[in-house]
């Protein structure tokens, strides 16, 4: 097999497909058609002699062959662009870090992690990006993330059950609480009754994600009542407070609830608990991956007393090196 004669762009979109977990997805993010990405995998597999995809009915995933392509793939590609960056002038890739997290740590960890590495470590620079949970963990796999945040819900399964197991710790669990219109009835105490969001309106997540994002109570013993839909957190705030109904959030969201919003906790049924996972795979990590790592979870720690709720316990994990 000669690898020479692959191309960028197809390598980019086996990359890609990698990723999105789907050929639909893919050509979406790249703004191609489905026929080209296909083609372009195609060629790949055809070059490589063997199949790179194992085609299922939810998606794609790579085999055997494929991650061995996909970490030769990632590394030419990262190369392509250092060099990109360095002939225009931008810093190099030396220090640098990929970072995935899902929305809600965007709002606050990621955020005041990447505040204190400017302070602690100036010459480091992390690059990243926001996605599901699943686009995150098919993104480690594929190599083109060295460390990402992701959520769990109960039962708190693995993230995947590829072999070998991402490395990962659990830096906090959180209770779910309810952001409400300050002037809702629901809103004047200091919790709310699992009994009362029956008949509620909801804002939800957008229900094209693949993660389930949150928006509706867990549990609830009725159709509910869907009036938005929105993926951006602080839309969804900004329409709780416009009185256009009720949303779940994180705990750790309180402190960052605009006017008008109360982040109360719910009681009377199952708590409902939200676990912050730091992933990577399982291989010595570079020490730059260890202080991005290490800034992460020092921010963690601090919000895990988040208004709303007591403080939140920090449940043991392997090492992060």
Known sequence: MDFTDVSLTALRVFRAVAEQGTFT??????????SAVS?????????????LLERRRDGVRLTAAGRVVMRRATVVLDEIEAAARELSGLPGQAGTVRLG??????????PRALEALRRTDPGLRV????????????????????????ASAPPFRAPDTESPPLAVRTLTERALCLALPAA?????????DVADLRGQRWIAGSTSGEDGLMGVWPGLDERPEIV??????????????AGYGLTTVPSVLASEAPPGVRILPVRGGPQEQRRLLLARLPHPPAEPVLRVAAALR????ETAGAPGGAPEPVTPGPPPG
């Open 25 to 34: 997805a893919a050509a979406g993010s790249l703004g191609y058609t489905q």
């Open 39 to 51: 083609r372009q995998i195609a060629a790949v597999e055809r070059v490589a002699g063997a199949e």
């Open 101 to 110: 997290w899902f929305p809600s740590a965007g709002a606050i960890l990621v």
């Open 127 to 150: 690059v990243g990006r926001e996605g599901g949970t699943p686009a995150l963990v098919r993104a480690l796999r594929a190599g083109s993330l060295d460390i990402a945040l992701l």
């Open 184 to 192: 809702h009835p629901l809103a004047r105490g200091d919790f709310v």
């Open 228 to 241: 938005c839909t929105a993926r951006d957190w602080l839309a969804k705030l900004r329409l709780v407070a």
């Open 298 to 301: 020092d921010v963690a720690v």
